[in-house]
């Protein structure tokens, strides 16, 4: 055990740590065959205009999430010229919309997020040449 002191708001507290070097982990039991009764789960379905993944090159910039939420609208296509500062898509979290803009002025090489998409922090959502 360690001994450690943290101070939270101003007031001092003593803690023990106790540090674990090995963690065993026990293997998966099998999977019993499903029982007649359980009915197949529908699958989900694939987000509409999917993206390939986004390749970042040379001399490319990459435009990431700056927070999780979900894209509500896609303005920016591949191809299209944008100058920075140009809206590339609006991005909704906490009930509140965030323009997503570029950073650069150049060609936005791809779009990686489509309409209604839930993304994470520092996912690409574009990428501009």
Same mark, same amino acid.
């Given at each position: 055990?360690?001994?450690?002191?943290?101070?939270?708001?101003?007031?001092?507290?003593?803690?023990?740590?106790?540090?674990?070097?090995?963690?065993?982990?026990?293997?998966?039991?099998?999977?019993? %065959?499903?029982?007649?009764?359980?009915?197949?789960?529908?699958?989900?379905?694939?987000?509409?205009?999917?993206?390939?993944? %986004?390749? +970042?090159?040379?001399?490319?910039?990459?435009?990431?999430?700056?927070?999780?939420?979900?894209?509500?609208?896609?303005? %920016?296509?591949?191809?299209?010229?944008?100058?920075?500062?140009?809206?590339?898509?609006?991005?909704?979290?906490?009930?509140?919309?965030?323009?997503?803009?570029?950073?650069?002025?150049?060609?936005?090489?791809? +779009?990686?997020?489509?309409?209604?998409?839930? +993304?994470?922090?520092?996912?690409?959502?574009?990428?501009?040449?």
């Amino acid at each position: 055990m360690k001994k450690f002191n943290i101070t939270v708001n101003g007031a001092t507290y003593q803690v023990e740590v106790e540090e674990v070097k090995e963690v065993k982990v026990a293997a998966p039991a099998a999977k019993a %065959a499903p029982t007649p009764a359980a009915a197949p789960k529908a699958a989900a379905p694939a987000p509409a205009a999917a993206a390939a993944p %986004a390749e +970042v090159g040379a001399g490319d910039t990459a435009v990431n999430s700056p927070m999780p939420g979900k894209i509500i609208k896609v303005v %920016a296509a591949a191809g299209q010229t944008v100058k920075k500062g140009d809206v590339l898509m609006i991005l909704e979290a906490m009930k509140m919309q965030n323009e997503i803009v570029s950073p650069v002025d150049g060609i936005v090489k791809s +779009v990686n997020a489509a309409a209604d998409q839930s +993304v994470k922090t520092n996912e690409i959502l574009a990428v501009i040449k």
